[in-house]
Nanobody
């Protein structure tokens, strides 16, 4: 089974940047499509960004498009979420997820499609 561990969260002022990491063990990103989700207190877990197994296809939620960038480093078995121009409404626990899909260039944007999840990392953006 693959294990996912997020890191890089913290407290940042509005307009600032953070880079989240998702390290995988017990597996390799070459076998998975990957995604980032977030969940604010009392809210549903929602989609943020996704990337295909090949790394060639990405997709972003409208709320983060143009500000966030998802990427993977296969050699390091790590996925990243670069977050720029952060807003208070970005405050949430951020989760990485893996999908053991067959298709190299396919990505997934709903939580129910993912099989493996990390425990999350807190991101707090102050106004």
């Amino acid at each position: 089974q693959v294990q996912l561990v997020e890191s890089g969260g913290g407290l940042v002022e509005a307009g600032g940047s953070l880079r989240l990491s998702c390290a995988a063990s017990g597996g390799t990103f070459s076998s998975y499509a990957m995604g980032w989700f977030r969940q604010a207190p009392g809210k549903e877990r929602v989609f943020v960004a996704a990337i295909s197994r090949s790394g060639g296809n990405t997709y972003y939620a409208d709320s983060v498009k143009g500000r966030f960038t998802i990427s993977t480093d296969i050699a390091k078995n790590t996925m990243y979420l670069q977050m720029n121009s952060l807003k208070p409404e970005d405050t949430a626990v951020y989760y990485c997820a893996a999908h053991p899909g067959y298709y190299t260039n396919t990505y997934y944007i709903t939580p129910d499609e993912y099989h493996y999840w990390g425990q999350g990392t807190q991101v707090t953006v102050s106004s």
